[in-house]
């Protein structure tokens, strides 16, 4: 019962725009809202990320000049996906370490939250303080989110970022990526930069110098090794 108040709180619409969860304020989910034309969104996220960021922080010029840009855009109706800020991802990617600071105290173990139903577009599910299970397709247009580990026992055609509060040893497994977006931290690949080889494939992303990178989940050698259970 516990688990199934943890799912549904943590299920929501997209279209509470003017107020996103503190969770979602960060430059990579900002760019990613006006990549997909969500230019209101990306306004509200970088306006947050602007009010709370201390005044001697070095993304701040950045942060303001992207956000007079995504309101002229806004103020001109203009519906189309806003190209992204020039060198966002890799200056996201770059600052990630600076984010670091003294931990706190060790917060408690939570259990995984588990979700069994289809994901579907427009949903948002997030584990706070913990992995995120999914034992059922995650659609287009549906988010996950999790403090740790994310695991999608199905194929992920959704956005999936795991360690979205700083944890850059997360990692992300599914049985078949084909994610609209999947990172760690502040890093992630879109849809046409995943590779090739992995693509449709069971595989696992993961940080490394600031980049996401992706392997499968098992060679093809072990898997003509398996036997059956």
Do not use: K
């Not at 619409?13 to 969770?23: F, G, I, M, N, T």
């Not at 996950?144 to 700083?166: C, F, K, Q, S, T």
């Not at 993961?206 to 050698?221: F, P, Q, T, Y």
């Amino acid at each position: 019962m516990s688990e199934n108040r943890r799912s549904s709180s943590n299920v929501s619409s997209p279209s509470a725009v003017a107020a996103p969860p503190d969770v979602f304020v960060t430059e990579t989910m900002a760019e990613l809202s006006a990549r997909q034309g969500r230019t209101a969104e990306a306004v509200a996220i970088y306006r947050r990320l602007i009010e709370r960021a201390p005044a001697q922080d070095e993304r701040r010029p950045r942060w303001a000049d992207r956000l007079a840009t995504l309101e002229r855009a806004a103020a001109a109706g203009e519906g189309a996906a806003t190209p992204p800020a020039p060198g966002a991802a890799a200056s996201a990617r770059a600052a990630a370490p600076a984010r670091v600071t003294a931990p706190a105290a060790e917060p408690a173990l939570r259990p995984p939250l588990v979700v069994q139903q289809q994901v579907r577009s427009g949903q948002v599910v997030y584990a706070e303080r913990g992995d995120l299970i999914v034992l059922a397709p995650v659609n287009p247009g549906a988010q996950l989110m999790a403090d740790g580990n994310i695991h999608v026992y199905g194929p992920l055609r959704g956005r999936a970022v795991a360690g979205v509060r700083g944890c850059a040893t997360a990692q992300v497994f599914c049985l078949r990526l084909e994610a609209e977006l999947v990172g760690v931290d502040a890093a992630y690949l879109t849809y046409d930069q995943l590779p090739p080889p992995h693509f449709g494939g069971a595989a696992r992303v993961w940080l490394e110098d600031g980049s996401c990178r992706v392997a499968a989940l098992w060679s093809a050698e072990a898997a003509a090794g398996r036997r059956p259970l």
